[in-house]
């Protein structure tokens, strides 16, 4: 989230992404030469969350953008848990639907586990989020087909930003199902050897400290500092905090900066989980926002289309 200078070198998340969207345009149109249709993906809006809205009109707009039919299902935070899997259901039939997105969280009066019981209802062909237990098993056992989002942007941005994955320790501070734990596997996959650390883990500071890549996914805002970070260590930031207090935005970003003038129009700042000061240690550093937050749109895109050309190899609807 640093908006500070530092030795750390900036991985421009953005440029990344809108290089693959870009690659992704002549795909699209020739899977649509192909097969008649473009690729189609759904997504599935439940309840008046401004950041979900805001989250779902840019993958919206992704999404036509690059050629791929897009449509989207807005309804009421009143819509009971039944209403939005059978309406998963009709998708699931639906020969020109190749991708389904349901965007989480879901309202919570549907109720604990409302969510999982929804992405399990997404037929495992069409999960373009890749949050159904066939694609995580997949990923786990390194046959991959639909890989989460979120982290496989952060591969591919390694990838195209020159980072030595193989032979490097990796460390991952979270360990959700949506972005610690495949972010683990996908780390192996490329031969990092890879530390998951949590709230329970001992001495945390001291296994990131070892890591040449270290992932900050745990939720709490500028939680990863200087004293945890190897010097020269490549620090993904995958923390999105929404911060009203206006001390914390000047005491992380300083009286004078830019971030706490935007924070004064907004009455708000999001932030990452990674201090700024951590970009005076850091060797290679990804900014809040700008960093990982426009791969996972750019990733839902390129599964999509993955999607799409997988269900016509098969000639399935599933």
Not at 40 to 57: C, F, K, T
Not at 91 to 118: E, H, K
Request: hydrophobic share 45%; aromatic share 2%.
């Amino acid at each position: 989230m640093t908006d500070q200078p530092g030795a750390a070198r900036r991985l421009d998340g953005a440029a990344v992404a809108a290089a693959i969207r870009e690659e992704l345009k002549p795909a699209v149109a020739a899977f649509a030469s192909k097969a008649g249709r473009p690729p189609g993906l759904a997504l599935v809006l439940v309840g008046d969350d401004p950041a979900s809205a805001i989250y779902v009109r840019s993958k919206e707009t992704s999404a036509a953008d690059s050629g791929i039919a897009v449509r989207a299902h807005r309804l009421p935070s009143t819509t009971p848990l039944a209403d939005v899997l059978a309406l998963v259901e009709r998708l699931n039939a639906d020969g020109s639907v190749d991708g389904i997105l349901v965007q989480d969280p879901l309202p919570a009066a549907m109720g604990t586990g409302a969510s999982t019981r929804v992405f399990d209802a997404i037929a495992p062909g069409k999960d373009v989020d890749g949050f159904h237990p066939e694609n995580a098993g997949r990923l786990a056992q390194g046959r991959v087909t639909l890989a989460p989002c979120t982290p496989a942007g952060v591969i591919e941005l390694l990838r195209r930003s020159d980072i030595r994955m193989r032979g490097a320790e990796a460390v991952v501070i979270g360990r959700s199902d949506i972005v610690g734990k495949p972010m683990a596997m996908l780390l192996l996959s490329e031969d990092a050897t890879v530390t998951i650390c949590h709230s329970r883990t001992a001495d945390l500071a001291a296994h990131a400290r070892r890591a040449d890549i270290l992932v900050a996914a745990v939720g709490r805002p500028a939680f990863v500092i200087p004293d945890m970070v190897k010097p020269g260590a490549t620090v993904i930031d995958v923390g999105i905090n929404r911060v009203t207090e206006r001390a914390r935005i000047e005491e992380w970003f300083g009286s004078g900066s830019a971030r706490l003038a935007g924070f004064d129009q907004r009455g708000s700042a999001v932030v990452g989980d990674v201090h700024p000061a951590v970009a005076q240690v850091a060797g290679a550093l990804t900014p809040v926002p700008g960093g990982v937050g426009p791969l996972t749109i750019a990733m839902l895109l390129r599964n999509t289309l993955r999607a799409a050309e997988l269900r016509r190899q098969r000639g399935s609807n599933s």
